[in-house]
T-cell receptor, first 112, second 114 residues
Framework: NAGVTQTPKFRVLKTGQSMTLLCAQD?????MYWYRQDPGMGLRLIHY???????AKGEVPDGYNVSRLKKQNFLLGLESAAPSQTSVYFC???????????FGPGTRLTVT | AQSVTQLDSQVPVFEEAPVELRCNYS??????LFWYVQYPNQGLQLLLK??????LVESINGFEAEFNKSQTSFHLRKPSVHISDTAEYFC????????????FGKGTLLTVNP
């Protein structure tokens, strides 16, 4: 039981390049989330999904897109990376209750 | 909309001293409250949670938090800290009409010095 895994762990992009971050969970959870963590800002919700085939915007969705084609996977895409997207990205999942979220180990992204 | 305020961004203490990390939330309806811990270069792990019942909840490594509805607080305490407790601690709340989204505070960095 691997829990929540994220791929890749580290990535460096040039401004304007695109990439996709993959989150996978093996707990059969309904809800999945993408957050970004920046110093002094805590965790901010980018997008989330309440089930396969559904997505919704969070607090800071601009510049990101997501897809949830399979229940176990939640993809975060950056179509044209900007230096402001330099951050640590965390994926999380949870079941319908009792509301605890399980986090992945994070992806550290640097955009130069 | 919900919000969570962690009143201290950094808390330095000496080993074996007591510590309190403060958390206040704003919500006019029922909420569920969490404390997460993040060790250096790792993801977040659940430390403890309040869903219902006893207002005092405990973790397996000696932390406890008390839900105080009248003061809208959920402070985290430990009577005697260890070097290994050095980490960032996040308070979070869910509820207030949305059971999908967890709202986090900005975190408190606890540094335990020898």
């Amino acid at each position: 039981n691997a829990g929540v895994t994220q791929t890749p762990k580290f990535r460096v992009l040039k401004t304007g390049q695109s990439m996709t971050l993959l989150c996978a969970q093996d707990m059969n959870h309904e809800y999945m989330y993408w957050y970004r963590q920046d110093p002094g800002m805590g965790l901010r919700l980018i997008h989330y999904s309440v089930g396969e085939g559904t997505t919704a915007k969070g607090e800071v969705p601009d510049g990101y897109n997501v897809s949830r084609l399979k229940k176990q996977n939640f993809l975060l895409g950056l179509e044209s990376a900007a230096p402001s997207q330099t951050s640590v990205y965390f994926c999380a999942s949870r079941d319908r209750g009792p509301y605890e979220q399980y986090f992945g180990p994070g992806t550290r992204l640097t955009v130069t | 909309a919900q919000s969570v305020t962690q009143l201290d961004s950094q808390v330095p203490v000496f080993e074996e001293a007591p510590v309190e990390l403060r958390c206040n939330y704003s919500s006019s309806v029922s909420v569920y409250l969490f404390w997460y811990v993040q060790y250096p270069n790792q993801g977040l792990q659940l430390l403890l949670k309040y869903l219902s019942g006893s207002t005092l909840v405990e973790s397996i490594n000696g932390f406890e938090a008390e839900f105080n509805k009248s003061q809208t607080s959920f402070h985290l305490r430990k009577p005697s800290v260890h070097i290994s407790d050095t980490a960032e601690y996040f308070c979070a709340v869910i509820g207030g009409g949305s059971n999908y989204k967890l709202t986090f505070g900005k975190g408190t960095l606890l540094t335990v010095n020898p």
